[in-house]
């Protein structure tokens, strides 16, 4: 008996050991988008190692991004390495050696391991790219969102890969913000999942699941209770000025309410609460603001047009 007992846990092990060695060890990542989101999970993937390609649909961007992660490397370097100047400046030739970008995405993702997406928050156009691009991706090949609101069920199913398909939704600014929430649909396969930790925590991040939920876990708390905020103004009963003092102050929170609006930008926060609100029209959390529709049908959208809640010289 102990004799099998032994050979049982022996037979175990060695099946558990040959699902880990099936578990795919993420190494070329492509990352589709050379916004500031893009850009900087290119950034943490090529300073961790992995072999990365940033594709846009003009060279003109690709420039662009790669200008602004080579000064956010010599940010990164100043801190990480205030003391030894030219280990810093080993890293960032390391690092941009292990990037480089394309306008061509089908072209790249023959040989990739992972593909991001990191473009617009257009379902439609999300849905289309990853269509396209699982014509091109081999069959190991995992893809993933990083939208921070959109379904990633749906995206999933626009292509033949629903197993290997989930979210990596990082946070703004990438090289800083040490957060990554990891999405399992409910075709999401195991392996997919542990592998998008496994990536998640090899770019040096703190990985947090969650089912595909509205908002996931950081945005479904943060945006009600940033409309909330709102609605708390639109009553009448404080001033915006004195709800972000008290959230600061009482909650210990960096900013309040409406300068995290601000900052996120006016759309960006509509944008969300509204495709919310069309999957659950009847839920308080998601009702719209008339004070924030007016807003961003004025263009003031926050601290990038200059003026939103509050005006920025």
């Known amino acids: ?56 649909q003009s060279d003109e961007i690709l420039k662009k991004s790669t200008k602004g992660i080579e000064e956010s490397l010599k940010r990164v370097t100043k ?15 390391k690092t941009l050696k292990n990037l480089t970008t394309s306008t061509d995405a089908a072209a790249v993702v023959h040989s990739t391991d992972l593909v991001i997406e990191a473009i617009v928050e257009n379902m439609e156009v999300k849905n289309e790219l990853f269509k396209r691009l699982d014509k091109f991706a081999p069959e190991h090949t995992i893809f993933a969102s990083n939208t921070s609101s959109l379904q990633i069920t749906t995206m999933a199913n626009s292509t033949t890969r629903q197993d290997r398909f989930g979210g990596l939704h990082f946070f703004n600014p990438v090289p800083m913000m040490k957060l990554v929430e990891v999405i399992k649909t409910p075709m999401t396969s195991q392996k997919t999942f542990e592998s998008l930790m496994d990536f998640s925590k090899a770019v040096g991040k703190s990985p947090v699941s969650c089912k595909d939920t509205p908002g996931f876990i950081v945005n479904r708390l943060l945006v009600p209770y940033m409309m909330e905020a709102v609605r708390l103004f639109e009553r009448g009963d404080a001033s915006k000025e004195d709800i972000d003092v008290a959230m600061k102050l009482g909650a210990g929170y960096p900013m309040g309410p409406f300068e995290l609006l601000d900052y996120v930008g006016l759309d960006t926060s509509k ?42 010289k």
């Open 1 to 56: 008996m102990a004799f099998a007992t032994r050979h049982f846990v022996r037979a175990a092990s060695s099946a558990a050991a040959t699902a880990a060695a099936k578990k795919l060890i993420i190494k070329h990542v492509t990352v589709i988008g050379g916004g500031l989101m893009g850009a900087g999970i290119a950034q943490v993937a090529a300073a961790s190692g992995h072999t990365v390609v940033l594709v846009d």
């Open 79 to 93: 801190k990480k390495f205030a003391d030894k100047p030219e280990a810093g400046a080993e890293f960032i030739e």
């Open 271 to 312: 944008y969300i609460i509204d495709g919310w609100h069309s999957l659950e029209p009847n839920n308080p959390l998601f009702a719209p603001s008339p004070l924030l529709n007016k807003l961003v049908a004025e263009k003031k959208l926050g601290k990038k047009t200059g003026e939103g809640f509050y005006k920025y």
